[in-house]
T-cell receptor, first 108, second 112 residues
Framework: DAKTTQPNSMESNEEEPVHLPCNHS???????IHWYRQLPSQGPEYVIH???SNVNNRMASLAIAEDRKSSTLILHRATLRDAAVYYC?????????FGGGTRLMVKP | DAGVIQSPRHEVTEMGQEVTLRCKPI?????LFWYRQTMMRGLELLIY????????DSGMPEDRFSAKMPNASFSTLKIQPSEPRDSAVYFC??????????FGQGTRLTVV
């Protein structure tokens, strides 16, 4: 399986943008880039996913490098509720294999 | 839809007892996944089903673990006999085709 590398933790101030990086140098042509997050004491929840082009939805934006070897999840205005573990996952289909993720802490 | 429903939310059992975890996926979803989460190992995929058929069970830790999906609206994960090292939070998830997966709230299992 193609692996991803994420920082263990990041800190942000409330109402500021947050850029969460993910490296995936061994990505294959059929791998989608998925982002999920896990709030404390909850199951993971979907954030966004993409293949080649940048993607936007109501929660976040996903910026994908031209060579697809890295991507960045962008939260445009962090709130306290965005404090969670964010997982970057590569998968050509349905099977999601979670790594360690990035623990995002948001300071008021 | 109420989302993916897991029961029980918490289970405490003695070592050696049989434990059954239950999952009701979202109606219309054709994929169902079982995950286990511990501090040491993170989120691990145990098994997944497509149209009620097990597709990949390579993550099931050992023969003490078994999973079934008798119909599209119900799945069970059974541990027999349970051991303290099985203590974890077990998540069930479902999706339709290659779309976003929805996770349940999890079952926190403690084996003493």
């Amino acid at each position: 399986d193609a692996k991803t590398t994420q920082p263990n933790s990041m800190e942000s101030n409330e109402e500021e943008p947050v850029h969460l990086p993910c490296n995936h140098s061994t990505i294959s042509g059929t791998d989608y880039i998925h982002w999920y997050r896990q709030l404390p004491s909850q199951g993971p929840e979907y954030v966004i996913h993409g293949l080649t082009s940048n993607v936007n939805n109501r929660m976040a934006s996903l910026a994908i490098a031209e060579d697809r070897k890295s991507s960045t999840l962008i939260l445009h205005r962090a709130t306290l509720r965005d404090a969670a573990v964010y997982y970057c996952i590569l998968s050509p289909g349905n099977m999601l294999t979670f790594g360690g993720g990035t623990r995002l802490m948001v300071k008021p | 839809d109420a989302g993916v429903i897991q029961s029980p939310r918490h289970e405490v059992t003695e070592m050696g007892q049989e434990v059954t975890l239950r999952c009701k996926p979202i109606s219309g979803h054709d994929y169902l996944f079982w995950y286990r989460q511990t501090m040491m190992r993170g989120l691990e995929l145990l098994i997944y089903f497509n149209n009620n058929v097990p597709i990949d069970d390579s993550g099931m830790p050992e023969d003490r673990f078994s999973a079934k999906m008798p119909n599209a609206s119900f799945s069970t994960l059974k541990i027999q006999p349970s051991e303290p090292r099985d203590s974890a939070v077990y998540f069930c998830a479902s999706n339709r085709g290659n779309t976003e997966a929805f996770f349940g709230q999890g079952t926190r299992l403690t084996v003493v």
